[in-house]
């Protein structure tokens, strides 16, 4: 079966590709509205799935791999920064704090209708971070199209205490140690 990732995300695709796998890549077209109600958790798993879906149509005989992904630092969600203000912003309140990422991850078999979904937890812990650290990590990194305003696979290592999760994956945005569960229970072997 082909296999499809439903997002046009760099980072996703980049660690997709880590597997050797043969894929597409599709855009879905989803409302990320949160709904009244809705847990971070939910709200993730409910996106990663409608994304698969939204492609679903134009591969019918396919494995579509949906993801979604928020963070949350003392009950607020945060979400990619876009300036080098909201990134300053984020990271001065970040600072000697747990931050709780939820990865929602969905694979949905579009030729037997079968969906698997699931969310991946992953914390980070972050140092006491003073000014001029982050000005010279926003300086040499720019991380404004990152949820948090981090790339932790670059040198946003250095803002961490520790990671607290089961899949380092999960923080980048595809939890690859489920997708491989999910795979294997549709009969696709990575390493057959």
Excluded: H, W
Excluded at 142 to 149: D, I, R
Excluded at 170 to 177: C, D, E, N, S
Aim: charged share 20%; aromatic share 6%; proline share 4%.
């Amino acid at each position: 079966m082909q296999l499809v990732l439903a997002s046009t995300s760099a980072y996703r695709k980049a660690l997709l590709e880590q597997l050797k796998l043969d894929f597409t890549c599709a855009q879905p077209e989803t409302d990320e509205t949160p709904l009244a109600n809705e847990t971070v958790a939910q709200m993730v798993v409910r996106l990663a799935e409608a994304k698969a879906r939204a492609v679903a149509a134009n591969y019918p005989d396919a494995l579509i791999i949906g993801s979604d992904q928020s963070a949350v630092l003392n009950g607020q969600i945060l979400t990619k920064p876009g300036t080098r203000e909201n990134a300053t912003r984020q990271l001065q309140q970040a600072s000697g704090q747990r931050v709780v990422f939820q990865t929602g991850l969905c694979v949905l078999n579009s030729r037997s209708g079968v969906v698997q979904t699931s969310c991946v937890p992953f914390t980070v812990v972050f140092r006491e971070l003073s000014a001029g650290m982050i000005e010279q990590y926003l300086i040499k990194e720019e991380p404004y199209n990152c949820v948090g305003s981090f790339k932790s696979e670059g040198l946003g290592i250095a803002l961490f205490e520790r990671f607290e999760g089961d899949d380092p994956n999960a923080l980048i945005g595809l939890p690859l140690i489920q997708l491989n569960r999910f795979l294997v229970n549709e009969g696709f072997e990575i390493l057959a």
